[in-house]
């Protein structure tokens, strides 16, 4: 039986190291590319809501081919499609991904606290920097239980370098990503409707 709060203080702790020195760092900070010849799978989010657009992101199967493959499979399973961004931090990141308890209809109080109908994943920490537009799997405090969901960087937070899986790096949707409705507090829980992932499909 998973511990509701698996997920819920996964961010505070980080999010009070960055400062409000962060939060200006949102969009002026420099996007970071796809290493050239990148030749993976690349997700695309149809997100819905307040934000309405498409956000494509090259899968970095080259520095985590356990995690990429389980996102894959969710996505062509249809399993992330519905699902709500329930946690978003000015300046830090969106989170997403609860295919167990996320669904934009389920149980609010629930959103957050669940990982899919799959074991949880080996970490697979690189030396890549969390830069604006880096995609990072989130766990509980165990390095070893990462799962289904992930998040998307507004903007550099060098803390979680080394201690998170970094899965992919976005290549456009950035004006989409921006728009993404805010969180509240220090975790960031979405109030009233949040925005969802509509539709998430995998290309290559």
Same mark, same amino acid.
């Given at each position: 039986?998973?511990?509701?709060?698996?997920?819920?203080?996964?961010?505070?702790?980080?999010?009070?190291?960055?400062?409000?020195?962060? &939060?200006?760092?949102?969009?002026?900070?420099?996007?970071?590319?796809?290493?050239?010849?990148?030749?993976?799978?690349?997700?695309?989010?149809?997100?819905?809501?307040?934000?309405?657009?498409?956000?494509?992101?090259?899968?970095?199967?080259? *520095?985590?081919? @356990?995690? =990429?493959?389980?996102? %894959?499979? *969710?996505?062509?399973?249809?399993?992330?499609?519905?699902? =709500?961004?329930?946690? =978003?931090?000015?300046?830090?990141?969106?989170?997403?991904?609860?295919?167990?308890?996320?669904?934009?209809?389920?149980?609010?109080?629930?959103? @957050?606290? @669940?990982?899919?109908?799959?074991?949880? &994943?080996?970490?697979?920490?690189?030396?890549?920097?969390?830069?604006?537009? %880096?995609?990072?799997?989130?766990?509980?405090?165990?390095?070893?239980?990462?799962?289904?969901?992930?998040?998307?960087?507004?903007?550099?937070?060098?803390? *979680?370098?080394?201690?998170?899986?970094? =899965?992919?790096?976005? &290549?456009?949707?950035?004006?989409? &990503?921006?728009?993404?409705?805010?969180?509240?507090?220090?975790?960031?829980?979405?109030?009233?409707?949040?925005?969802?992932?509509?539709?998430?499909?995998?290309?290559?």
């Amino acid at each position: 039986m998973r511990d509701r709060l698996i997920f819920a203080g996964l961010f505070a702790l980080g999010f009070a190291i960055l400062g409000a020195s962060w &939060l200006d760092l949102n969009r002026a900070s420099a996007e970071t590319t796809v290493p050239e010849g990148h030749t993976g799978p690349v997700m695309e989010i149809e997100v819905a809501g307040q934000a309405n657009g498409t956000i494509r992101i090259a899968l970095r199967d080259d *520095l985590a081919p @356990g995690h =990429v493959e389980r996102i %894959v499979t *969710l996505a062509e399973r249809g399993d992330y499609d519905g699902v =709500v961004f329930h946690r =978003v931090i000015e300046g830090f990141m969106a989170q997403t991904g609860d295919v167990e308890h996320g669904q934009v209809d389920g149980n609010r109080g629930r959103w @957050g606290t @669940g990982g899919s109908d799959m074991p949880n &994943l080996q970490a697979e920490f690189t030396d890549q920097s969390f830069e604006r537009g %880096v995609v990072g799997m989130a766990r509980a405090q165990s390095p070893d239980s990462a799962n289904s969901q992930f998040f998307i960087m507004f903007a550099p937070a060098p803390h *979680l370098d080394g201690q998170y899986t970094v =899965v992919g790096q976005m &290549l456009d949707g950035y004006d989409v &990503l921006d728009e993404i409705k805010r969180g509240t507090g220090g975790n960031g829980a979405v109030m009233g409707t949040p925005d969802r992932m509509e539709r998430v499909t995998i290309t290559q």
